[in-house]
């Protein structure tokens, strides 16, 4: 049995501080899950077997299982259970690898999948001391993004912040900083085409006035780009525009089996063909995706001749032209309707964010085979191979 797409939506995605900054994570949830739950309303949500949701932190006001939380504040039946996983960025991408898993084995016929973010609203944390009352100060520490309280047995070598691991990459396959900043450029380019031609309409659900992602610029050059300083070395070559910004948002994607459809009235768009879980030393976590999408086309049965469409998770210009360049592919395909250096990189939606716009790329563009892929803290990455429903039943090339 197959797990395939009904549906994908989306918050926009929100700048840290800015319009959605004010806006729970658990409010941010139960918008998406509302929003799939109207738009699919020959769907009785009691039938929803199993919510699966994604998110990164969990420190603060998305604690306690924020997946339920966004259920039951969006009005579900209290008989629809959910569960909140944690893969770092990979989170909702994750969620709905798991989600797809359920439905293949049929322990669910529907399943809602999905991931919130608010990089904003992450509170700072106290480490709770052994003994009461220590005579000594304590640090508060944020837990927005990357390591904190470090276990001090890890190798140093591993817990590098993020931009000085992809520092390291550069160094490593001479990625310049013209080409990283070429690809930012294009990234915000193509994502502020992409609004304008409508794309995006079907895709983002306002939350109150805010309707459109907040981190586009479209008048962004790579003479601009150039000027930027550099922000994890003093001759580096890492800004804080050919990286992703901190951001808030979620999404959401309704799956379930061929018959599903019955229940939910629509055809699927997507059929899940192919999942890809990749793990190496924690400071190349920006390289995993390569070996992770090998093993998505693999279990599909398909190779990189095959894929017309692909969405990588622009967490930066470094790591995504990195990973293209290894799968010898055609840069063009990549992340046609801009990236997350554009959009926003809210850790736990990101991966239902690309997986929707690459079932909505496969289906306008009239394509077969895409990829989702997306790097994760700590030296992991996943992957998904979708094919457009369209053409399931043809023979594979």
């Given amino acids: 049995m ?5 549906d994908a939506v989306r918050t926009p995605f929100g700048k840290f501080g ?59 039946p209290t008989s629809v259970p959910a569960t ?4 770092l960025c990979g989170s909702s991408l994750d969620a709905l690898m798991m989600g797809s898993r359920i439905v293949e084995t049929g322990d669910a016929d529907i399943v809602l999948v999905g991931g919130v973010e608010s990089m904003s609203r992450a509170p700072w944390v106290l480490p709770k001391p052994s003994r009461a009352y220590p005579a000594g100060d304590v640090t508060a520490v944020s837990t927005t993004l990357g390591w904190r309280l470090v276990n001090k047995a890890m190798p140093k070598e591993w817990t590098a912040s993020l931009g000085e691991c992809n520092e390291q990459l550069q160094e490593r396959f001479e990625i310049s900083r013209e080409r990283q900043d070429t690809f930012a450029a294009r990234s915000h380019t193509l994502a502020a085409q992409a ?13 109150g006035e805010f309707a459109k992602d907040e981190g586009i610029r479209p008048g962004t050059t790579v003479e ?34 061929k018959a599903a459809g019955e229940k939910i009235g629509k055809a699927p768009i997507a059929r899940i063909a192919g999942r890809g879980t990749h793990a190496l030393d ?61 959009l926003g990189h809210p850790l736990g939606a990101s991966g239902g964010r690309i997986l929707g716009t ?40």
């Fill in 84 to 87: 909140t996983v944690n893969r």
């Fill in 358 to 397: 690459l079932a909505k790329r496969l289906r306008e563009d009239n394509q077969r085979w895409g990829v989702a892929a997306i790097c994760i803290g700590v030296g992991q990455a996943l992957a998904v191979v979708l094919e457009n429903a369209a053409f399931e039943n043809e023979e594979a090339n």
């Fill in 195 to 207: 609004w304008e031609n409508g794309f995006y309409d079907d895709l983002v659900v306002p939350v």
């Fill in 224 to 257: 601009k780009l150039a000027n930027l300083r550099t922000v994890f070395r003093p001759e580096g070559t890492i800004t804080a525009g050919n990286a992703s910004p901190l951001s808030d948002g979620a999404s959401a994607l309704l799956i379930g089996s």
């Fill in 282 to 342: 924690p400071q190349d976590f920006g390289y995993a995706p390569t070996e992770a999408a090998n093993k998505a086309l693999a279990a599909a049965g398909i190779t990189w001749d095959d894929v017309a469409a692909v969405e990588v998770n622009e967490a930066f210009a470094v790591q995504t032209l990195a990973c293209a360049d290894a799968w010898g592919i055609d840069h063009e395909i990549v992340n046609t309707r801009g990236g997350a250096i554009a």
């Fill in 2 to 6: 197959s797990a395939y797409i009904y």
């Fill in 18 to 76: 800015g319009a959605l900054a004010d806006t729970r994570p658990d409010d941010l949830a139960s918008t998406v899950i509302a929003a799939i739950a109207e738009r699919n309303d020959s769907l009785d949500p009691a039938a929803i077997g199993e919510i699966v949701w994604g998110c990164a932190n969990q420190a603060g006001e998305d604690n306690r299982n924020v997946g339920r939380m966004g259920a039951l504040l969006a009005g579900l």
